[in-house]
């Protein structure tokens, strides 16, 4: 098994737009918001294996890779817990529709 770097992961929120992030962020870093370049504030902390919307258990067989940023979510998430994205909708290898 590689050894998995696992830091911390904060959800941030950029005041002046609303959006929110998860990013693994140091604390004590400022993080700019990518589209306004805003400063983002720390909303909370993420646990790193906390389904919180998701009722899959954290294994590979419920797990996608995100096109945005590559990381693992689980499958019944619209969006990307890591960058927060909208993933779109899974492709199924067997092609029945
Ligand atoms: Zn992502």
């Given amino acids: 098994m590689p050894c998995v770097s696992s830091r911390q992961r904060y959800r941030l929120r950029n005041p002046a737009t609303g959006r929110e992030v998860v990013i693994e962020a ?18 909370g902390k993420l646990l790193p294996l906390a389904p919180s919307e998701s009722r899959l258990p954290w294994s590979v067989e419920n797990l ?34």
């Fill in 64 to 97: 996608r890779f995100c096109p945005w940023c590559d990381q693992l979510a689980q499958k019944d998430l619209n969006d990307c817990p890591t960058c927060a994205r909208r993933m779109g909708p899974l492709t199924s290898p067997a092609g029945t529709g």
């Fill in 26 to 43: 140091e604390p004590g870093k400022i993080y700019l918001d990518r589209e306004s370049e805003g400063p983002l504030e720390v909303v």
